[in-house]
């Protein structure tokens, strides 16, 4: 991002400076919490444009790779905000061929540089979550809309991305050696993170939290670092993963 790209003059630079501090107070953090990660962002890229706008070596920012579906998002917000069903031509990953489905549009929520539709499937009467780039087609329907009193954040509370499993979650417990543990410290797996036992070299780790695909792959994604201590369940299917992954590079037989 730079000052030349989006063409701010010094009065807008300010003005929008001045925008984040606000938003930034600590008067307004609950109110803002949902977003404090996009102002985060802002507020990075507030700083870089002060320094004037030039293209510092010494300055590396993050890349976001280019997903499909953000042409969907503008007719999707008026679909929540006007409380209109909306028919759309979807192929999950796993189907050959996209179909229709009718659906109560209720929350828009970005995980991992992808948005995501979660509404009211209208034929199986269950929330269901819809990648927007897997979204082919949006019609809106002069249809009867089913509103639901849907809390985001209670939603989400109890899961890592974008599933979030009836029932209550688990208690897990995890393993992981110092090093690696000091990254978890500062930047936990789940907000209900909590640490039950340090020594030297390790700590161990609470989340209550449901075990989805997104929550594993975090944990395997730290290795030979982490163990699952509980439940066993959890603990059998990370076992098998890594045994499946020795398989697929021929370290094990199958």
Do not use: C
């Not at 004037?52 to 503008?74: N, R």
Request: hydrophobic content about 35%; proline content about 5%; glycine content about 6%.
């Amino acid at each position: 991002m730079s000052k030349h790209k989006l063409s701010l003059s010094g009065q807008e630079l300010k003005a929008l400076s001045d925008a984040v501090s606000l938003l930034s107070h600590p008067r307004y953090k609950e109110v803002f919490s949902d977003v404090s990660g996009i102002i985060a962002k802002i507020k990075d890229a507030v700083q870089l444009l002060e320094v004037g706008g030039k293209q510092y070596d010494f300055i590396d920012i993050e890349k976001v790779p280019e997903s499909w579906g953000h042409d969907f998002l503008s007719p999707l917000i008026e679909s929540i905000r006007d409380r209109k069903v909306i028919e759309i031509y979807y192929q999950p990953f796993y189907e050959d061929k996209p179909y229709f489905i009718h659906v109560h549009p209720y929350l828009l929520k970005e995980y991992r540089h992808r948005w995501y539709l979660i509404g009211l499937n209208d034929q199986k009467k269950e929330l269901r979550t819809y990648g927007l780039d897997r979204i082919w087609e949006i019609k809106i329907l002069n249809k009867l809309y089913i509103p639901m009193n849907f809390n985001a954040k209670e939603y989400f509370k109890n899961t890592v991305g974008v599933i979030s499993p009836t029932g209550s979650p688990q208690i897990i417990k995890i393993e992981v050696k110092k090093p690696q543990a000091q990254y978890l410290i500062t930047q936990p797996l789940h907000s209900s993170q909590s640490i039950d036992y340090e020594d030297d070299d390790r700590i161990i780790f609470t989340h209550r939290v449901h075990p989805t695909y997104e929550y594993k792959v975090l944990l395997l994604s730290l290795g030979s670092d982490v163990k699952v201590l509980e439940p066993e369940s959890l603990k059998v299917e990370i076992i098998k993963e890594l045994k499946d992954a020795l398989v697929g590079y021929g370290e094990i037989g199958e």
